[in-house]
């Protein structure tokens, strides 16, 4: 089987490479093809492990083609999802919530989860944003609006009794790309950034931020699901072998990553040189490391409050939601009997 990676790619900061275009083919899924989308980002250490050990092939036909397809943004994801080219993908609750809702809950399924945590807040020293009465006229920096970040920021806001200026209050929230958040957090056009990793830790490590706080405390049982395994519905109901193939793979992965944390940083550590030119420092990879679990549970828990949450700031819409079939069911007797014929 081959596999093979269509990349488009940008050079920013002085630390890392990172995706700033990309390239996609928008062709019709097959049986012969499976096309998975991640971020090169360590918290999707286990889309990229599994690939560079070759765990995700091993349960699939020799004839079937792994098509990898890296993105930036979850919302780009889901809109490729939604274009029909991409049939699996890792991405951020806050994306996959959007797109599920945006479909009428035909569009995606969640499968499995892949990590927990891995956000930051991040301040310039001496900003004043460890005590939240100094937020006012702050410019705080998050990723794209509603994605997973973005939410997280401007729900802590709002439970702090603080709105952005744009609703008519006093905290300045900025929407722009994890590398241009290190840009003017370089030069000091920002106060402060909530950002994943490996960001948090560059800001920390190369630009002297401060860590403010670790996001997972403010959350049930300081856990969150922060990348999500999903699949396409239609793609899940065509090939329920493959697809519960790929969440025994994902479990497997998962395992192995826990299990050899090292020889993990030193895979996800070439992955970058290799496909994106340049790696980062072994103590950013370290310490980023230390602030997310790899888990393959979703964190079903954490995926309905960040809906709650994103619906309060009225991301979800005005007629409400629902989102309790956004879970796939697993059903092992599927890959039991298909392994009994085979056996």
Do not use: C
Request: proline share 4%; glycine share 6%; hydrophobic share 40%.
């Amino acid at each position: 089987m081959k596999i093979s990676y269509l990349i488009g790619i940008g050079v920013a900061s002085v630390a890392i490479a990172v995706i700033a275009s990309l390239s996609q083919s928008y062709v019709d899924s097959s049986e012969e093809k499976i096309r998975v989308a991640f971020f090169p980002s360590i918290v999707h250490a286990v889309p990229i492990v599994g690939m560079e050990n070759e765990v995700f092939k091993e349960n699939l036909d020799e004839q079937i083609e792994i098509d990898v397809k890296i993105f930036d943004s979850g919302p780009q994801v889901i809109e490729s999802l939604f274009s029909n080219s991409i049939d699996i993908a890792y991405v951020g609750p806050g994306p996959v919530i959007n797109g599920y809702l945006k479909s009428d809950g035909n569009a995606l399924k969640i499968l499995a989860g892949a990590a927990d945590g891995g956000a930051s807040l991040v301040a310039q020293k001496d900003s004043g944003l460890d005590s939240i009465a100094n937020f006012d006229g702050k410019r705080i920096a998050a990723p794209q609006i509603s994605n997973t970040q973005d939410v997280s920021l401007r729900h802590y806001l709002s439970s702090n009794g603080l709105k952005p200026v744009e609703t008519g209050g006093t905290v300045y929230v900025l929407n722009i790309s994890n590398p241009d958040i290190f840009t003017l957090f370089a030069k000091g056009d920002i106060d402060g950034a909530w950002v994943p990793e490996p960001w948090a830790t560059m800001l920390v490590q190369e630009l002297d931020g401060v860590r403010i706080f670790n996001e997972s405390q403010f959350w049930p049982d300081e856990e969150f699901s922060s990348v999500l395994l999903i699949a396409r519905t239609d793609f899940v109901e065509n090939n329920p072998i493959v697809i519960q193939n790929w969440i025994k793979s994902n479990e497997k992965t998962v395992q192995w990553i826990n299990s050899n944390p090292e020889q993990t940083k030193k895979i996800y550590s070439e992955f970058l040189t290799d496909y994106m030119g340049k790696t980062l420092p072994d103590n950013i990879i370290n310490e980023s490391f230390s602030n997310l679990i790899i888990t393959s549970d979703p964190l079903k828990k954490s995926v309905y409050t960040f809906a709650e949450r994103a619906d309060s700031l009225g991301y979800l819409g005005r007629e409400g939601y629902d989102i309790n079939e956004i879970f796939y069911e697993y059903d092992n007797s599927i890959v039991s009997s298909e392994e009994n014929q085979n056996g």
